[in-house]
């Protein structure tokens, strides 16, 4: 009876391990690596949303070459890179650093900060194209100290920074809880040892901090980066879907949308896009690793 329990068992070791893990290759599957193949192949095609596309080979990334849209795509996604990663990297590493003391009241301050990461994009965005209209709160305060109602949204570059600011203020919560975990692991003795040694604020920042940290710094640069060249939702709530004056801010995940959506989308070029900016972010990841190995050695 015994040896044909453990024969049994012996015989259903080999598919259980695939039964478990079946629904979670299923769902990856079929919305991730499905979709990822079905956009390579329909970016060699013309394919549309109704029509059933044809093979036309690299003619989708020549038209991309010649595409004026695509390039100011790529330039509003780099800028927002140039934009938002640095202050992403800095900032809530300064903001850790604050709240991660255990003083009266700190806790309320840690969810306050972290209130904008669980807030939904599309409130979020909305209150802010509120407070930035023509007539939203930040212009009725300008005017009544007579600075003169500001343009955050009708100006090209003033709308792209607004966006930026928005992006930072939203991620400030999420980046802060990962380097408090951080500092976290930060030894006090050197802490201690750099005091000792008449090392003030600033300088022990610098010599004990910023090293032990810097892998999270590194961490929170590379997703930071990816985030920003992919943005979509701040761009889009408070740009419009025409992507501001004349189109001037629009994204390349703006234009994978608009390109790509509709009864007559152009599915095989939205495709093509798609691809580009899967490419840049790797490409971004990598840059961002081999520039880690390189401080390392």
């Known amino acids: ?10 015989r259903q070791l080999p598919t259980s391990p695939w039964l478990f893990a079946a629904p979670g290759l299923l769902i990856t599957g079929a919305f991730i690596l499905y979709p990822f193949g079905s956009t390579l192949v329909n970016a060699f095609t013309d394919r549309r949303t109704l029509i059933p596309g044809h093979f036309v080979g690299f003619a989708n990334f020549r038209e991309l070459w010649h595409d004026e849209m695509f390039w100011t795509g790529l330039r509003n996604s780099t800028l927002y890179i140039v934009g938002v990663v640095p202050a992403l990297v800095v900032l809530p590493l300064l903001l850790a650093l604050l709240v991660q003391k255990n003083i009266p009241g700190i806790t309320f301050f840690r969810s306050a900060f972290y209130t904008p990461v669980v807030a939904s994009i599309v409130v979020v965005g909305l209150i802010w194209v509120w407070l930035l209209d023509e007539r939203g709160l930040v212009n009725s305060l300008l005017e009544t100290i ?40 930060v030894p006090r003795e050197l802490h201690e040892a750099a005091s000792v040694d008449g090392a003030g604020a600033v300088r022990r920042f610098f010599t004990v901090t910023v090293p032990a940290v ?31 004056p004349a189109g001037e801010d629009t994204t390349l995940v703006m234009l994978v949308q608009r390109t790509g959506t ?32 390189k401080e390392d050695s």
């Open 214 to 244: 810097r892998s999270t710094m590194v961490l929170v640069g590379a997703l930071s980066s990816v985030a920003a060249f992919k943005v979509f939702s701040e761009v889009y709530l408070m740009a419009g879907p025409s992507g501001g």
């Open 146 to 185: 007579g600075v003169g109602r500001i343009g955050f949204l009708s100006d090209q570059w003033l709308l792209l920074f607004s966006a930026m600011a928005v992006t930072v203020w939203k991620g400030l919560g999420y980046y802060m809880i990962i380097y408090l975990a951080a500092l976290a692991g």
């Open 262 to 293: 509709g009864l007559t989308g152009r599915v095989g070029y939205a495709s093509a896009l798609s691809v580009v900016v899967f490419v840049v972010t790797v490409m971004l990841m990598l840059l961002v690793l081999r520039a880690d190995r």
């Open 1 to 10: 009876m015994a040896l044909s329990t453990v024969s049994r068992v012996r």
